[in-house]
C-alpha cells in the first residue's frame, strides 16, 4: 500500500512506497485517487524512467497528448524534454498558468520528472483552482457559470522554440472555447477554468468587463492560501490534473541547468454541469471553503 501526506489541507501530497515503474493495478488506484483528492501529488526517490517506462505510465491514466508546439525526443513524440540552461530565451511555465488550454481537449494531467537540478531553486508552485471558486461569493459564482472564455496559443508560441530547431512557418496554432467554471467529471467539484496565458476574452462581456474580470479572477486564483510549494528533489515526478490547478515553475535559478521530462494526458472536453445549479449547491461551495477564507474575508 502507498502512503499519503496532504501537504496542505486545500492541494498536495506527498506519496511514498510507490515504484513507479512496476505500480500494480491496487497501487495504480491508489495514485489515481490521492490525484483526484489531492490534485498534485509528489512522489520522490524514483529511478529516472526511460521514456518508454514514463509515457506506459502516463497511458495507464488515459491516451497520451501530443503538445502542439514543443519539441518533442526523437521518436517519442508524448515526450516533451524540459530544458533550461545559461542559454535559454524562455523556461517552460514560468507564469501562472494550466497546461495547453487552447486545445479543444486539454490535458487532463501531466507528469514531469526532474533528472537534473539547480542547487537551489526551481521549485514548482501549484494553485487549486476547486479552492478558488468554492471561495467566491454565491452571486459572482453564479454569473461564471453563466460565462465562456477565449483559450488562444498564436501569442505565445509563434517562434516560441525557434531556438531548439522549431520552424513553425505556415504552421496554425489552436484557439478554443471553455466554460469559465468547469466540473471535474470524477471529483463533480466546480472550478474557475480561465489562466493568465491562454485566456485572451470573456466571451459574453464587452472588452472592459473581460480585461476587468479577468485581472481580479487571476489574483484571487494566485492567493497563496490556495498554494502549495514543491522542492524538488532528483528524480521526483510530480502528478498534476489540469482540470483544477494551475501552477507555476519558477525560473529563479539562471544561470543554473533544470531537465528532465513530462508526459501529458488528454483530457475530455471541458464542461459545465448545472444540475447542481439549486441551492444546495451553493450552500455546499460556501460552507465548504474554510471561514477565513470565505467571501467578505480577503485579502
Ligand atoms: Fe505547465
Not at 184 to 202: E, Q
Not at 259 to 272: A, F, I, L, S
Request: glycine share 6%; charged share 20%.
Amino acid at each position: 500500500m502507498l502512503t499519503v501526506v496532504p501537504v496542505t489541507p486545500t492541494i498536495g501530497a506527498e506519496v511514498s512506497g510507490a515504484d513507479l515503474v512496476n505500480l500494480d493495478d491496487a497501487q495504480f488506484e491508489q495514485l489515481h485517487e490521492a490525484l483526484i483528492a489531492h490534485q498534485v501529488i509528489f512522489i520522490r526517490d524514483q529511478p529516472a524512467l526511460s521514456p518508454i517506462q514514463q509515457i506506459a505510465l502516463g497511458r495507464r491514466f488515459g491516451p497520451l497528448h501530443e503538445h502542439p508546439a514543443a519539441p518533442h525526443l526523437d521518436g517519442f513524440p508524448e515526450l516533451f524534454v524540459i530544458h533550461t540552461t545559461r542559454e535559454s530565451r524562455i523556461a517552460n511555465g514560468n507564469g501562472w498558468h494550466t497546461d495547453v488550454s487552447c486545445d479543444e481537449r486539454p490535458p487532463l494531467a501531466t507528469l514531469l520528472q526532474l533528472h537534473v537540478l539547480p542547487a537551489s531553486g526551481g521549485d514548482t508552485l501549484f494553485a487549486s483552482t476547486y479552492a478558488a471558486y468554492e471561495t467566491l461569493s454565491e452571486p459572482l459564482q453564479k454569473l461564471l457559470c453563466t460565462l465562456t472564455a477565449t483559450h488562444a496559443s498564436e501569442h505565445i508560441y509563434r517562434g516560441r522554440y525557434a531556438d531548439r530547431g522549431v520552424d513553425d512557418d505556415g504552421r496554425g496554432y489552436p484557439s478554443s472555447v471553455h466554460p469559465v467554471i468547469r466540473t471535474h467529471p470524477d471529483s463533480g467539484r466546480r472550478a474557475l477554468y480561465v489562466n493568465r496565458a491562454f485566456t485572451t476574452k470573456i466571451n459574453e462581456l464587452t472588452s472592459h468587463e473581460s480585461d476587468a474580470l479577468l485581472k481580479f479572477l487571476y489574483a484571487h486564483i494566485e492567493r497563496p492560501e490556495f498554494q502549495v510549494r514543491f522542492a524538488w528533489t532528483k528524480n521526483a515526478m510530480a502528478i498534476w490534473d489540469n482540470r483544477c490547478t494551475q501552477h507555476f515553475a519558477l525560473w529563479d535559478y539562471w544561470p543554473s541547468e533544470r531537465k528532465g521530462h513530462r508526459v501529458t494526458v488528454q483530457g475530455e472536453r471541458p464542461y459545465y454541469d448545472p444540475g447542481f445549479d439549486a441551492e444546495s449547491d451553493s450552500v455546499r461551495s460556501v460552507t465548504s471553503a474554510p471561514s477565513h477564507l470565505r467571501p467578505n474575508d480577503s485579502l
